[in-house]
């Protein structure tokens, strides 16, 4: 058992390394969201009012509403290039590391998926720090209740990613992970307008956003920050990330992406 | 090759093949690597040398024959044969911005050593390979010569009994070549270890080595080197030509 820990631990701390070695790896992933906090919702505050919801009080300015789905926009665009980059970059080298490791291949790949979902939260703290001083002030214990929702959610969404790295030859490069994975579920989901907005606007989109794990993602952590349960949401990713990640482990598999090159 | 007497072979490949889809990239391959030898794999481009160490690094999943590593076989109890086994890939694969010992320490990590065993094991390893005052430094600040031996010592951390180096000195200048290659076959001799060194250099080889070539996916000749020599063309060079003309895979 002390050897898992070991392994375990080991595997966090070279993650730990490498995000504090890569700085500016770890700034460019906050510019993203700050740039949709700072310009996009500040723009569209004008445009789009909204109406008392679920799980806030009163009315709210667009900037309280945007923020749970940029912090999850952080993982998702994280879980998404870490997860590529364990199967096809320049980390193929270390994933070769990993794999001598006598400890069993599902241990690793979990501990890897874990490490990584770990340091994600780190920037996405940086980023509600920001968000903060900006004047967003979810309560303080909202956002200590929100941190193992957005683990939760980093963990289904490098699942999700490794998942999708496994089994679809296109996704090699990035770009088509952005047109055919981020985009969609980012833009298809409640996390830059409410559902009840999109109803209006049309039926099947709105189905469409019901129906996409990343709505339930952001609604999970959106309920948490402001100290508010949602067992829809929280089943839907507890359950999404059990299955992502077994076909994930399941299907990882150095061979196939020699064989498929080699065809 | 299993001339270790009782003691029990650092490898044995038996029967290994190896397709990708239809195109077979290893056929009927057996061999043996006894106790504290150095064994040369030799081998053309494309000879199959890159699937077989994907195989015994685990890379790849058997497909047909099995590899034992100090006697466990890698197909049913790969834990206890991974122990065993130290790899350095052709492709470096240190973090280049961790220093030397970080990358070791993650290293210990994975095979599960405690912080204290991992504590007495760099420091070993760090003095046999005359890293220590180096230790410190990121392996993007070292030359090629010195990343190859911190991938060495991190290979020999666990203490396997088995050393894989696949391509170790290619992208060395002749002089690290050469020393790459010496330090080695110190390590074997006092260390007991048995090394498998992939090669497609000649001059990597010396007459007393175990040798292996692989030519077309197939074993076509194994033996010590000097006796190779001999019996197909007199020096190692003309054997090996004699041995990978496409006509000599059996």
């Keep these: 058992m002390n050897a898992y820990w070991h392994c375990f631990s080991g595997i966090v701390l070279r993650e730990w390394l490498r995000f504090v070695l890569q700085r500016t790896r770890f700034l460019s ?36 509403y945007i923020i749970p789905g940029l912090a999850c ?79 939760l959610v980093a963990l289904m969404l490098s699942a999700l990613g490794l998942l999708l790295s496994n089994a679809i030859r296109q996704l090699e490069n990035f770009a088509g992970v952005m047109n055919f994975v981020i985009f969609p579920l980012f833009f298809l989901s409640s996390a830059l307008y409410p559902l009840w907005k999109m109803r209006e606007a049309s039926e099947w989109l709105y189905w469409l956003c019901a129906l996409n794990p990343f709505t339930h993602a952001v ?16 089943a839907v990713c507890v359950g999404l990330t059990i299955l992502f990640a077994l076909l994930a482990v399941l299907t990882f598999n150095p061979q196939h992406a020699a064989l498929r090159k080699s065809n | 090759m299993g001339r270790g007497g009782d003691a029990m072979n650092a490898l044995e490949v038996s029967d290994l093949s190896f397709a990708y889809g239809a195109r077979e990239a290893l056929r009927h391959v057996n061999f043996e690597l006894a106790p504290g030898r150095f064994a040369a794999l030799l081998g053309p481009n494309g000879a199959g040398k890159s699937t077989l160490i994907a195989l015994l690094t685990r890379l790849y999943d058997l497909q047909h024959g099995d590899i034992r590593v100090g006697g466990s076989s890698l197909r049913d109890a790969p834990r206890p044969a991974l122990k065993q086994l130290g790899v350095v ?54 030359n090629g010569g010195h990343r190859r031996r911190v991938e060495i010592a991190r290979a020999l951390l666990h203490e396997p009994r088995l050393l894989l180096l696949d391509e170790a000195s290619v992208g060395l200048d002749p002089a ?75």
């Design chain 1, 29 to 64: 992933a906050l510019v993203r969201p700050l740039l949709w906090l700072l310009v996009f919702a500040a723009g569209f505050r004008a445009a789009l009012g909204i109406a008392i919801i679920e799980p806030y009080d009163t009315y709210i300015p667009y900037e309280v």
């Design chain 1, 219 to 234: 609604e999970l952590v959106r309920f948490a920050l402001y100290e508010r349960f949602n067992p829809l949401a929280l």
């Design chain 1, 73 to 151: 926009m952080i993982l998702l665009f994280n879980g998404m290039q870490g997860s590529l980059s364990m199967v096809y970059d320049r980390e193929m080298g270390s994933m070769r590391v990993l794999l001598t490791s006598p400890l069993p291949r599902t241990f690793l790949l979990c501990s890897k998926l874990l490490a990584t979902s770990l340091i994600s939260l780190l920037q996405v703290y940086a980023f509600l720090a920001i968000a903060w001083l900006y004047g967003v002030q979810p309560p303080a214990t909202g956002l200590l209740i929100a941190l193992p929702a957005l683990l």
């Design chain 2, 89 to 142: 890939f052709q492709q470096s694969t240190l973090d280049l911005d961790l220093s030397v010992e970080q990358n070791l320490r993650y290293h210990a990590a994975l095979h599960g050593l405690s912080r204290r065993q991992t504590g007495i094991r760099v420091e070993a390893e760090l003095t046999r390979q005359a890293l220590s005052e180096r230790r410190s430094e990121r392996v993007r600040e070292l």
């Design chain 2, 176 to 250: 690290s070549r050469l020393a790459l290659n010496q330090h080695i076959r110190n390590l074997c001799r006092e260390q007991a270890i048995s090394v498998l060194w992939t090669t497609h250099l000649l001059d990597e080889v010396q007459a007393s080595d175990d040798l292996l070539i692989l030519h077309q996916g197939r074993l076509v000749a194994s033996g010590q080197a000097d006796v190779l020599s001999l019996e197909h063309g007199g020096d190692l060079g003309s054997a090996f030509t004699r041995l990978t003309t496409s006509g000599a895979a059996r």
